[in-house]
């Protein structure tokens, strides 16, 4: 089979470019050749519509992760690279734990084969997958580190595990574990949560954690409203969250209005694109804007917002018309779905988080040591 493979994915560096507009281009293309398959009437056409997906077309003309294929081994690199650089675009857009598993595997098994430049590319994934949260299939660059370690990667790590994030700090000390450890089994995902359980931690995968719409529900994060006083921005939250019937305040960041309250229930919208409350107060929120077509563009929060932006950033239709990522985790209601509404929504995202003033409502920051 020809060697086509700067032609069929010579754009897919796009994913992996600092500029988000590039990554965004590059999702789309991404998302019509998606389309494009499942427009194919014959077994010819998806056989050739598939070999220009990611990750499918990564398969297809030669073994895995061999060497003596390089620009198959370039490519390969390259979706091992998007996910420890934008895992959440990664995850929505093409993900394959089990390509990243087998690719890791293989790479792992030849790792006396391959030349000087395919170990350095592994190497620095493995320091760039420390320094992000834990995912899925890292046990496998445990394993790389394993039989990578030289004195460059051991110097790195110890620099990581002085890093100011305790998260980076872990994962350094675990690696610095299992590569100084010799008589240690293969790293397995057990074995990273037991070096955890050791320090009295357990693990939260990143990916069950942008749970933004029950951090707003219990308080935790700030809502945004317009103060009854004098229609400026007012902070609603609850300052000590818990079990039962807590005390919510809300407080005008421009007059003194202040007030209280322990909610018997919270209250909900309605969908009809009428004006939206906070559910405790029931004061109009602050981030919210009339859209065509008698629709409602609103967020709790600039939290919320950022992840409704993420959210259609990253999104692709699939062939069935559902979309790739829930729309529930950041509350999207159907309207909002289609890509051609797309443009108009950012537009009014970016409009909304004009109005909030500087500093105000901005998610906690939350320290890795408390
Ligand atoms: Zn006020």
Redesign the pocket.
């Given at each position: 089979m020809a060697d086509d493979w700067d032609e069929r994915f010579g754009w897919a560096w796009d994913l992996i470019s600092e500029d988000p507009a590039r990554r965004d281009e590059a999702h789309l293309r991404l998302d019509g050749l998606r389309a494009a398959r499942a427009a194919a009437a014959t077994p010819e056409e998806h056989r050739e519509a598939s070999r220009r997906l990611l990750p499918d077309g990564l398969w297809i003309g030669s073994r895995p992760g061999l060497a003596r294929l390089p620009r198959a081994v370039r490519y390969r690199l390259l979706y091992l690279d998007w996910e420890v650089r934008f895992p959440h675009e990664w995850a929505w857009h093409a993900k394959s734990w089990s390509t990243k598993k087998s690719l890791l595997r293989t790479f792992c098994r030849h790792v006396d084969e391959l030349p000087e430049w395919i170990r350095t590319v592994l190497a620095g994934l493995v320091l760039v997958a420390a320094a992000r949260p834990h995912r899925l299939g890292d046990e496998r660059y445990a394993r790389l580190a394993r039989v990578l370690v030289d004195d460059a990667m051991r110097e790195r790590l110890r620099e990581l595990g002085e890093h100011p994030d305790k998260g980076v700090r872990l994962r350094a000390g675990y690696l610095t574990w299992v590569v100084g450890n010799r008589i240690l089994p293969e790293p397995k995902p057990c074995q990273w949560r037991d070096y955890l359980r050791e320090l009295g931690l357990v693990e939260e995968p990143v990916e069950r954690s942008p749970a933004i719409l029950s951090e707003v529900d219990q308080g935790r994060v700030p809502t945004l409203v317009r103060?009854p006083?004098?229609?400026?921005p007012?902070v609603v939250a609850c300052p000590v969250p818990g079990p039962g019937r807590v005390l919510w305040r809300v407080d005008?960041s421009?007059?003194a209005?202040t007030a209280s309250r322990r909610p018997e229930f919270k209250q909900g919208n309605r969908r009809d694109g009428s004006v939206v409350h906070d559910p405790v107060f029931r004061l109009p929120l602050w981030l919210q804007q009339p859209c065509d077509g008698g629709r409602r563009l609103w967020a709790y929060g600039t939290g919320h917002l950022d992840a409704i932006e993420q959210h259609l950033r990253a999104r692709v239709r699939l062939a069935g018309g559902g979309a790739y990522l829930p729309a529930y985790q950041v509350d999207l209601p159907d309207w909002m779905m289609p890509l051609d509404r797309r443009d108009e929504l950012l537009a009014g995202i970016a409009a909304l988080r004009a109005t909030v003033p500087a500093g105000l409502g901005a998610w906690p920051h939350r320290d890795a040591d408390t």
């Open positions: 103060c006083r004098c229609d400026g007012a005008c421009e007059c209005y």
